[in-house]
């Protein structure tokens, strides 16, 4: 709700100075023009998001999750301590940090949504955010980024001679951010 109040509040800003400086014209010719970029755009991410939410079903269905789960279990158990061992939170938090990492951060979204659902169920007093919430919400922002397909596709749309060039400096900065990130919380988790 704040957010759309924000960008409406935004926009109305941005319509009042126009009419102050007299160029209302341009707001007319930016709605114009940049309206039918904004469909086309997200109807290529709409492909992205069907595709890889596809995929994701299908490693789900097939226990490519709970294999990949086992594998990072001892990574997952010293991140969420307090989640049980096979809790459907366990396979949602490792669908969502699979996305993550493959750039699909549009189709992470609903796989976000999930894994809190199932640790909201975990959580005594559903009015405050758990440790093991706090630390998904964490890993989900920073999220390691192998190969970021989203901006991939909106450098490749723009007509980037070279859209993967950003790989390698993606995977620095997301790593790095997500130790930080996972150090606060472990650091503000002992202060509570």
Known sequence: ??????????????????????????????????TQEA?????GLTGIMSVWLGLMKIAERSGLIDT?????GPIIRLLFPEIP???????????????????????????GLKAMEELQQLNARKERAT??????????????????????????DAGSANPAEIIGTTLVATTVSTIVGILSCKILERNR
Do not use: E
């Open 85 to 111: 061992s096979n809790h459907p939170a366990i396979s949602a938090i490792m669908m969502n940090l699979v996305a993550n990492m493959f750039g699909a951060g549009n189709s992470a979204t609903a796989l």
């Open 39 to 43: 469909v086309v755009f997200a109807i």
């Open 131 to 156: 440790n093991a919430m706090c630390m998904f919400l964490v890993i989900n922002m920073s999220s390691v980024q192998l190969v970021p397909l989203t901006v991939l596709k909106i450098r490749a």
């Open 68 to 72: 990949i789960g086992k594998l990072m």
């Open 1 to 34: 709700m704040m957010l759309s109040i924000i960008w409406f509040v935004m926009i109305v800003i941005g319509i009042f100075v126009a009419m102050l400086k007299g160029q209302l014209d341009i707001v007319n010719q930016v709605v114009i023009n940049y």
